[in-house]
């Protein structure tokens, strides 16, 4: 194999992506952290609205087929399901911050002992207000483009009654089976290295918790959201009967059955020892689908750091052969990074300076 | 990773996609400073005619499906917005030049000051005179092909009679939605390395953009244009009604939504440093993607150059290891680049000879 | 071809895949024995609650469809064989083990002289309980999420006096005719290198086995097991006049039909030499793809071993050209791994120590 | 970018495409002049062959569906348009010839100065009649093959009526919206680098010309012949009611629409320098993508070169690490290809020796 | 191109593609020839066992859809053409022999010097009694399985039916309109390097031949064969009205249309040289796609061959830059390959050992 014939992959393998996965979560609390809230506010409002974009689609359009939906049930919330994922690959594609991603990536990063619990509860909270008042701005949006016809209303109250009818722990389960299915979307889209992998990637799961019936935080944001802006239901109510239950139940899912187990199976809680030579390659991956990179990279980004060697430094680089990204991160000297890496205590790591 | 397993990848993150992005608005607004109007015209005139080729697609296949649509209008917006976006992948693929695409482009250069607002006017401008020359006239092509049958021109006046019945700001509005999708058609398929992947980032946003009801300024150039030239609506209504809102709109969507966004998440707004060093490749990739390589590569391009040096140096460029086209880039002395980068003054970037 | 142009495989051939699989079933019985069988017993639950995903997803929304499908059980089979193999996308990239293909990856290990009969009994069994107990949770879990509906529960009840009906020989034969096709799903997504292409390379045999009314172990332990669990029908009978029959059947197209005439094309029932160059590679391979990666390399890894020159080796090798991963297989002396390997007896390669 | 994180592309830009499709007009010219104008009059016929495949396919399968058609006229159109572009991969994959690619690559080799009005126009007239002659015998084959039932007759029948009644300049007109869209699957399938970024680059503007109802020469070819040989029709009828301006206004979009505005765009109208760096390689390209790679790539090739040297020399270049096909190109003194390049007279290209 | 943006390709030309091809076809003949005709013939009845899977999946699903196929016969000619195909994707990737692929692949080698017509005539008499074979006991064990109910039968009935009442000439020919588009899906999924495009290079051509009716020996084998063993037509009419005809059909298309084409155009029968310096990538590219690797590699392999230096050579080919695998190859002495080769005389090529 190897370069004789050229034998590539654009897949990774469960280990790697999941390590991946807990990195991405260090970047999350890294970027509200270090940087500041707002950005990390902002991309939680945005995936809020792509959420809205989605939702809208999935109940407008597969409401619309009464000719081959009335005896069919079951092809409804196919197709339901086949329209709604348009939003997830927005999200994942752009860097935006969804509450049910978080609750998966975060705590992999507290396993990992790459973030703290405080940092993962600020995400969490974080990304849940964020997500919250992009579905509401994005609903009063739709309503402003007059684009809620009176059967999708009626649809749209008609999904609310039934999300909100059923018993707390039931709710809560099927919040649980939701997240199961979304953190399986952000880990497989993580393995995929193509476009069309990453959508299949995405899609395959999402689809399958929208027709199994699970409920989704983000996706109930915008979908009751709605029926509260319409004036058909209080806000109270939708917290109370759905919200409140299906953000434990994603928490859960993400947080101890899909971080949980995978950490026992890849990582710390199973007392495998992470091989730190593949770390800092890992951290840039994880940055670069998040798209902070720049953050986090070296102490030259630091506010402050205004070293006149700085951009000297950065040409002498860019005259070797590797390029220049890889070489900065591996120029750190090793006495700096490497030996004070495992030496961290737990719940620190994203305090100190990250070199 | 790395070599041992031959691990790549075919997609770019969105930081990398957003910062191409601006380079591509930074080549239009080139492109059209430099090169000449002319040619730039050109690329808009022969995207007004794709719009055109898949906007009648759209209205004549869909229309045409009475059996299975009168009972399932959902079905009937499906299928015409998977047929309707054939003309961005051939726009988009082809180097052609849009008007929504540049109200996205172009602004995202202005916020990472490679372009001057005067271009960013200009490239709007023209782009939006283009594409409506080029839809008019593909109208009227479609006219002498004769083919425009009767149920097919009562769909083009159903939705014009639509599309010019709303208040202002409510098609101001769908003009922000679907610009919104349409600039994540562009970062997306720019962040896609492969042809499928290129054509499912298109398909998935703009598709959800038709299925919701937003409205598209060079689509609508076809479908009311096709209107008035059949004599069921005159141009001013049409302009007044809904080209003006929809302009408008579709700018606000590109330039503040996704740019604005996208420029504080990881640009020029949001105070991160962009690294100078990548810088030139950059530059290149979004040339080639507009088909415009050679125009601002090296001043040996510039007419007048005769430089009788000027084969021998490219030989002996592509003697060395190194490909020539990223020889000739690296080769260009850092005193004459580099420095002046970021000296230079928003707003005439572009008006400095590329050296 | 080669460099010149850059062309680039993303597909194996038969042998190097059935090389892998044989390594995989290696990595199984080396993670059960070396590491610990609770582990692999995990991977083996997780394997049975993503079974249930699919095979719930498949009989809730086929079953729906009766507008269409009353006509038409061609398209009622259909429909659910494209929807149960979203949990054989889920299981193959995430590590998940399931009995159907550990009795073709085990067999292939002792064929190949990498597994002791032993090893593979015990895989065997442990998978076996591993997906039984998964399936029954799963089946639990949506119950409580009150996911099964009266209409569903006599699809489930139809399909289970179905498959406990066959003579006790037809249900074995038809155990055979399953595992043959997943056994192919397993090597031809071995092939396959990217997302896509390990998503089709799974769904084309696996909705072939289920189209044609073949019997799936794992699956019947969800489909039979909601049966029991709702009170229509006693485990014994599920068990006697399905679950055994179907194993044996699933067994022997494993380990006889597949592995057995793979080893004679292609291995060493064939008498053909195993070339040991390529040995470290493929070991490193399937180690990726089940998630073990670390636990077998090299004996850094062994517990107990914490020689102090162990950090400093790492960071010696990653600062050469080549990338850890792979140095770290190389730099292994030769005159601790190559003579030893075909020197080891058949039975007792996983005993020892891996070097 | 770069090597670090091992990003690819499969994708070109479009200028690199137009200059690829120009080289595959130069090749063509060669084929025909230097090689034999037989072979180039085989690869035709094949062409024609591969035409009758799809065409029949199209017609007797869409026909063959009144329960779903008879109220869905468009969806016929639908069906139709994608079972009959499986030819034009058929024939782009495989080398083979058509006037409708022929009447772009060869006016786009003409433009760039690499082949003579001559050539083009050999061209043509070559790839028409061989064309036609192919569809002709493929269409007795059919015949021969007694897979003409009536309804097939009555469909081919109705759509030969369509395609004569229409008036001369409107059937010319439609000539030209129809090879707008196979310049376009030309130019895209040359820019996608893997199997189905090609069939997808195909089959959008192809079935979007077949849906709105444009004239295709080569398919006209078929559908008409067959109707002719089934002695429905006279063959001067087609020809001077259909062919004539359907073979004009292919010719007009390919040359004038599609090769004209990219050479203004990207080539040699547009007063562009071409870099000639590059051009080896592109030559190459386009000589693989027709099959014709040995038969213009250095003089060793040319009959009656058996220089004993030759085997000699390849061996030596294959012993270096760049792969031979490359260091052959490379290889060839600068002084008898480099400086002649820009100095051979327009016209005059492809009669000398192409070193 | 080249390195500078990592442009690379998973598409091979038609040339090369031909030249694989050619070599599969001697791989067969040395597999036969060489190794030994057990595992030659058990790979031919292993492919009339996924023959079978294929055939037995295409009637049993698109014969149960009355409802939608009844007034729809194109449809359900659409849906058994889009099941049918797994088979040859089965076949293809795990290194099957099918008689309709060796009635093309071996007249390849053939007319490229690199097999004997004994050879030849050995191989396809092989391939046809094996997958006869195949397909009758696979036929048997669906007996066995119990899954051929009634109206299946009925439907197995009416094809055999439908085809042994044609005229000897007319099945003939449609055995030639079959193999031909079988050996385009050979060519074709030779020239894709990924998983998806191979299956839709299989699919597309496979489905083709299968909805314009022509004939395929090995599906008629299950075909035919299922309606023998049920009692209701005896194997000698079978033999007579549709097998012979068919085999003789499919062996004029492979042997005479397609290879006899393409050698015309890119091989031995146009008279251009084939170059001998990329000779041995290819036939290692052929084996391997076969899973034949290592059988026909070097003398190493050879049974007998146990030089105690062996082993150690392997290691020194892995200490250098190239891998193992390509330096095996090139490391062979020219003294003994090389020249030898073009010496070789038409017949013998097979015969003498393969350095």
Redesign the interface.
């Known amino acids: ?16 992506a ?1 390590l991946v996965l807990a990195e991405k979560g260090r970047s999350l609390a890294g970027l509200m952290v270090r940087e500041s809230s707002l ?1 990390f506010f ?2 939680c409002f ?1 995936a809020g609205c792509y959420i809205g ?2 939702a ?2 999935a109940v ?9 939906t ?6 409804k ?2 197709i339901f399901a086949y ?1 709604f994922p ?1 939003n997830l ?2 999200i994942t ?3 935006g911050v969804l509450y049910t991603g978080t609750a998966v990536a975060t705590p992999a990063a507290f396993f990992e002992r790459k973030a703290s619990l405080l940092d993962v509860l600020r995400c969490l909270v974080l990304s849940w207000v964020g997500n919250l008042l992009g579905s509401l701005v994005f609903a009063g ?1 739709i309503l ?4 809620l016809d009176d059967r999708s209303q009626a649809s749209f109250l008609s999904i609310a009654e039934k999300k909100t009818s ?2 707390f ?2 709710t809560f ?2 919040g ?2 939701c997240n199961w ?1 979304v953190s ?1 979307a952000v ?2 889209s993580g ?11 995405i899609y ?2 999402i689809s ?1 918790f929208v ?4 409920e989704h935080t983000p996706a109930n944001f915008y979908l009751l959201g709605m029926t509260v802006e319409a004036g058909d239901m209080s806000f109270l109510d939708v917290l109370l009967k759905n919200l409140l239950p299906t953000t434990l139940g994603n928490l859960v899912a993400g947080a101890v059955v899909v971080a949980g ?1 995978y950490s ?3 990582g710390n809680l ?1 007392n ?2 992470t ?4 770390e800092p ?1 890992r951290r ?2 994880a940055q ?8 986090v990279e070296s102490p030259e ?1 630091q506010p402050g750091n205004d070293d006149p060697k700085r ?1 000297t430094s ?2 002498s ?2 005259s070797t052969c ?5 070489s900065r991160v591996s120029f750190v000297p ?1 006495g700096e990074e ?1 030996p004070d890496w495992d030496a961290i205590p737990v719940g620190k790591v994203t305090k100190v300076n990250p070199v």
């Open positions: 194999m190897g370069g004789a014939d050229n034998m590539t992959s654009l897949v990774k393998g469960p280990k790697e999941y950005k902002g991309q945005m974009f989605g809208h689609l407008v359009i597969s409401g619309a087929m009464p000719g081959i009335d005896e069919n049930p079951g092809l919330k196919l329209l348009v690959v927005l594609l752009t860097g949006f402003w483009c007059d684009l059923a018993r722990d039931v389960a099927r649980i089976g299915m399986m880990l497989l393995q995929a290295q193509d476009m069309f992998g990453k959508v299949v990637a395959l799961p399958t027709m199994l019936g699970f187990s026992y199976f890849f199973g495998t020892t091989s730190e030579a593949t390659f840039l991956q670069r689908s998040m798209g902070i990179e720049s953050d980004n951009y950065r040409q680089a860019s590797a390029p220049s990204i890889s090793e490497g």
